[in-house]
């Protein structure tokens, strides 16, 4: 098996710093239990040994083959998140992950069947957490259930799919919503894990805010918060 590269100290040192300044950041909010996932899309595998030396344990990955190849490489004790468009075809690649601790970007019905299919024909222990992605902001462009489908989304997680562990709702926003206070796609989010809370009883974590914002989605009561470039330093593309 190939071996990650040990990173330089001086690295090492940087990546721990920042991860320091998120950290009292997320724990200083009003959501003490809030959780961050660093997001490793494009660094190198000792990067994230790095910040896993430095006691980061959640990472989020967009691309399956960039996950599934860190993840044969990495402490098997990663809980890794998957943060990036959901193929139907490639929920097999993605359940054959053994420390796969959730899905964020579920955007239909169908896609967490074929999620759960996937995961219960698998040897992996335990439920695996989906998110329920929610298009907040209504952009054609954008992933996600439409606000007015997310019950029925929820609904047939939590009836038909056995191996899965509805953890929460999660947004990425619109650019524009981001410049705003308070960011509007959060305040709906906000109000949709409400809703239904109400017609379903079922508590549900919310998943939003990046670098940028994640401070004001904490201060909304976001959960979980995904944190890339503040913690690695500007992205760079997987041709670099």
């Not at 960039?66 to 004790?77: F, G, Q, Y």
């Not at 967490?112 to 952009?139: C, H, I, M, Y």
């Not at 992933?143 to 999660?170: F, N, T, Y």
Request: with cysteine; glycine share 8%; aromatic share 4%.
């Amino acid at each position: 098996m190939e071996s990650v590269e040990t990173p330089t100290s001086q690295r090492t040192a940087e990546i721990a710093h920042n991860l320091s300044e998120i950290n009292a950041a997320v724990k200083g909010s009003q959501t003490t239990s809030a959780r961050l996932v660093a997001v490793s899309k494009y660094k190198p595998a000792s990067d994230i040994l790095a910040a896993y030396t430095a006691g980061q344990r959640h990472f989020g990955e967009n691309y399956v083959q960039e996950l599934c190849e860190k993840a044969v490489l990495l402490p098997s004790d990663i809980n890794w998140h998957f943060i990036g468009r959901l193929q139907s075809n490639k929920c097999k690649a993605l359940a054959a992950i053994p420390n796969l601790w959730a899905v964020e970007t579920i955007d239909s019905a169908a896609k967490a069947r074929k999620l759960n299919d996937a995961w219960t024909s698998t040897d992996n222990q335990g439920l695996l957490g989906v998110f329920v992605q929610v298009n907040t902001s209504n952009e054609e462009n954008k992933g996600g259930v439409e606000r007015c489908d997310v019950e029925g989304v929820v609904k047939e997680i939590i009836a038909s799919c056995a191996g899965l562990c509805l953890k929460g709702l999660m947004t990425i926003g619109s650019i524009e919503g981001s410049n705003k206070r308070p960011n509007p796609d959060f305040l709906a989010l906000v109000a949709l894990r409400d809703e239904l809370k109400q017609s379903t009883g079922v508590d549900l974590e919310l998943s939003m805010g990046m670098s940028d914002d994640f401070v004001h989605a904490l201060e909304l009561g976001a959960s979980n918060v995904r944190v890339g470039s503040k913690i690695f330093g500007s992205r760079l593309s997987n041709s670099t």
